[in-house]
């Protein structure tokens, strides 16, 4: 048995190293601004920035519009497909998938053939971004929503609803988004986290992004392209754990009391 | 002018037949219970009703107004599911109170109702609770409490208590019996527990193959069944196919034995063979008193069943269930031991059939 443990114990520290090391060695390195010695002057040179808050500022920009628009696409179509056609389900999880299997390049220039072309030019707005984005983030959006509609009984509670007198604005408002609130937060904070790094649409689109700015000052400077993408992987991560976080509160508010 | 009117109404989905010619008046203040094994077409009915489900032919009226293709969001009933389906994030009250807000009511007569539907289902004091918090029984209390809140003109209940163990469903059917009382409020109860529908209904609607097979009181549904469906499908029974050598007399023959039956066999010829039943509760040991019919065979089994024993008769070919009431002084046969059992000719039931 102590062998057994011993050995995971092994597995799991290489693994530690392998995926801290880099990290340490990026933090190690964007703290070397200063000759001789360790200082926070790289993170401070970023912060100094005014095109840090620009591009960063536009990216949470797209992000809040890509999730915005995500919700609208993804809540009531994964609830219809739930409620009404459950046979086509098969058919929307395919499409979901299709950022998997179509690289962004072919899909922004995809994107700029569609939204380029007469009757309705829009590449000189950010639509086509936006787009971009919702497409590239819908794996993750439907697949949280569809998770968090699996766990509710969506029949009986719309039934229930329409039986009360509720009309279809307030049974999605009142009665489904309050009640896959969790798995909602997951797709938002995943679609986020996506936005936020994303490079290829921004970049051949043409708009500022984090990630953009993030190449451009990589190509001129040493040290705050460390301190930004370490700052990169912290808004990543702290996505992440707000999604664990929601999750176990979930967890926790279905246990079912009996008794009285 | 019946309060509920469900006329001629059939449902089809795609090639399949859920409902067919389903014809059913429903007076104000009446439970009328469906009853029916799974996919008979029971809840569709139902749901057609509530307006979840469109019938392809024939009309629903309530209170006189045609509700056919009236969308359930703006019919005047109200419903009670098998799964509770209370809604988990909101409280007790707030699930009391959905359906008045939704109608935009004051605040303060939501509060009124709220308490008053509590103290209804004797759960005052529950306001702030959760559904999670609930039990099974409290929730489908709450949920009984959240359909009568809009005081609909109908209620529906669609297998209310089958989530629910069997304590709990006996207590909770007569509470749910005495609130649809004191309300007068028109019920309809689909149910596929025959006990359950006998105690609580003033009519039972028993369905099978997306059909009618009888409407009756639990009186009559259970002493006097129409068909071979229903008297198999509600309590226990003897079924056997009898030959007619008499039909004037009414003498029927089955596995060596001869019985007269009450029955009329109009239409019917001697030599005709046809589907007649007995209830175990119809019969007894002749030594105990003799009846018109008389019974010959031996003691198959015995099994008690707490307040009854049922022991099983071997006629023949046939084995014939008899019940009769326990008591610790009771003298039972044996095994294998021959006997003789007797029942009145009221008790042989002829049951509809076309003449062979």
Avoid at chain 1, 231 to 249: C, E, V
Avoid at chain 2, 288 to 299: M, P, S
Wanted: glycine share 8%; net charge neutral.
């Amino acid at each position: 048995m102590k062998r057994v443990n011993l050995f995971a114990w092994i597995i799991f520290i290489l693994g530690i190293i392998y995926f801290f090391l880099p990290l340490f060695s990026t933090f190690e390195f964007s703290l070397r601004m200063k000759k001789g010695v360790y200082s926070f002057e790289a993170y401070r040179v970023a912060f100094q920035d005014p095109k840090f808050y620009y591009n960063f500022g536009y990216s949470v920009l797209w992000a809040v519009l890509t999730i915005l628009f995500s919700l609208i696409l993804v809540v009531p179509t994964a609830y219809w497909v739930h409620w009404r056609l459950p046979k086509a389900r098969p058919i929307v999880e395919f499409i979901t998938l299709m950022p998997f299997v179509t690289p962004a390049v072919v899909l922004t220039f995809g994107l700029i053939r569609l939204y380029g072309s007469p009757p309705l030019v829009l590449t000189s707005t950010p639509i086509p971004l936006i787009a971009g984005y919702i497409v590239l983030s819908l794996p993750y959006m439907f697949r949280s929503v569809d998770a968090g509609l699996r766990a509710i009984d969506i029949r009986t509670l719309t039934e229930a609803a329409l039986s009360l007198g509720a009309g279809w604005g307030t049974i999605i408002t009142q009665v489904i988004f309050p009640n896959i609130r969790v798995a909602i937060l997951s797709g938002v904070f995943l679609t986020f986290a996506i936005v936020m790094g994303e490079f290829v649409f921004a970049s051949l689109l043409s708009w500022p992004a984090f990630a953009t700015y993030l190449e451009e000052i990589g190509s001129m400077r040493a040290y705050t392209p460390q301190a930004l993408s370490l700052m990169s992987f912290f808004i990543t991560w702290s996505m992440m754990m707000l999604i664990q976080w929601l999750g176990r509160g979930a967890g926790r508010a279905e246990e079912i009391a009996v008794g009285h | 002018m019946a309060f509920l009117e469900i006329n001629n109404v059939s449902k089809y989905f795609g090639k399949t037949t859920a409902v067919k010619d389903f014809d059913l008046k429903v007076e104000k203040g009446e439970l009328v219970s469906f009853l029916g094994p799974s996919g008979c077409g029971k809840t569709t009915t139902l749901r057609m009703v509530a307006g979840f489900e469109v019938p392809s032919e024939g009309q629903i009226i309530i209170d006189g107004k045609d509700m056919t293709f009236t969308p359930p969001n703006q019919r005047p009933v109200g419903m009670v599911f098998q799964a509770y389906a209370l809604f988990p994030n909101m409280t007790v009250a707030g699930n009391i109170g959905f359906g008045l807000k939704i109608a935009k009511k004051p605040k303060e007569e939501i509060e009124q109702r709220v308490k008053e539907m509590l103290e209804l289902i004797h759960m005052p004091g529950f306001e702030n609770r959760y559904p999670h918090q609930l039990s099974g029984g409290q929730q489908q209390r709450v949920a009984l409490a959240r359909a009568l809140a809009m005081h609909p003109e109908v209620l529906l209940l669609d297998e209310p208590l089958s989530a629910l163990d069997a304590k709990i469903r006996v207590s909770l059917r007569a509470e749910i019996r005495a609130i649809q009382q004191e309300l007068g409020i028109t019920t309809i109860y689909v149910t596929h527990d025959q006990e359950e529908a006998l105690s609580i209904s003033d009519r039972v609607v028993v369905m099978n193959n997306a059909r009618i097979e009888q409407v009756g009181t639990p009186f009559q549904i259970y002493n006097f069944p129409q068909t071979e469906f229903v008297a198999q499908f509600v309590g226990t029974l003897n079924a056997v196919l009898a030959e007619i050598v008499d039909v004037k007399d009414g003498l029927l023959r089955f596995d060596g034995q001869q019985v007269h039956t009450a029955d009329k066999l109009e239409g019917y010829r001697n030599g005709d063979r046809i589907m007649v039943a007995i209830r175990p509760e119809r019969l007894s040991f002749a030594h105990e008193g003799r009846k018109a019919n008389i019974l010959t065979g031996t003691i198959k089994n015995i099994t008690f069943l707490g307040s009854i024993v049922r022991i099983q008769v071997k006629l023949g070919e046939s084995v014939f269930y008899m019940d009769t009431f326990n008591n610790p002084y009771l003298t039972l046969p044996n095994i294998g031991d021959p006997t003789e059992i007797t029942c009145s000719k009221e008790a042989v039931l002829v049951l509809q059939q076309q003449p062979a």
